[in-house]
C-alpha cells in the first residue's frame, strides 16, 4: 500500500502562484506515473498534469504554459508549480501514483488539498 501526502494548497488571487507537494511513502510501484488532479464543485475529477519515472510529462490544455510538475526520485515527492493562477483554477486538488499503464483507480490517492483564486 502506498500512502500519498499532500500540502501547499490555499487562497492565491489571480495571477498569483502556489506549490503543491507530495509525498508517497510504502510499498511504491516503480515504474510509474505520479500525477494531479483536480476536482471543482459540481464537476467531475480531471486530470492536470502526470509525471512518469523517466521524466516525461504531460499537461492538460487549459494548465499548458502555466503549471509545471516535477519530481524528486529521492524523496518520492512530486511537485506542481501552478503560476498565474486563475478563478477557473479553483479546485480539491488530489495527488495520485500508479504503475505506468495502469488506470488512475488502481493506485492511491492522496488526501486533497484545497486551492481557491480569488478575482
Known amino acids: 500500500q502506498v500512502q500519498l501526502v499532500e500540502s501547499g494548497g490555499g487562497l492565491v488571487q489571480a495571477g498569483g502562484s502556489l506549490r503543491l507537494s507530495c509525498a508517497a511513502s510504502g510499498s511504491i510501484f516503480n515504474p510509474n506515473a505520479m500525477g494531479w488532479y483536480r476536482q471543482a464543485p459540481g464537476k467531475q475529477r480531471e486530470l492536470v498534469a502526470t509525471i512518469y519515472s523517466y521524466g516525461n510529462t504531460n499537461y492538460a490544455d487549459s494548465v499548458k504554459g502555466r503549471f509545471t510538475i516535477s519530481r524528486d526520485n529521492a524523496k518520492n515527492t512530486v511537485y506542481l508549480q501552478m503560476n498565474s493562477l486563475k478563478s477557473e483554477d479553483t479546485a480539491v486538488y488530489y495527488c495520485?501514483?500508479?504503475?505506468?499503464?495502469?488506470?488512475?483507480?488502481?493506485?492511491?490517492w492522496g488526501q486533497g488539498t484545497q486551492v481557491t483564486v480569488s478575482s
Open positions: 495520485n501514483i500508479r504503475p505506468i499503464g495502469a488506470m488512475p483507480d488502481f493506485g492511491s
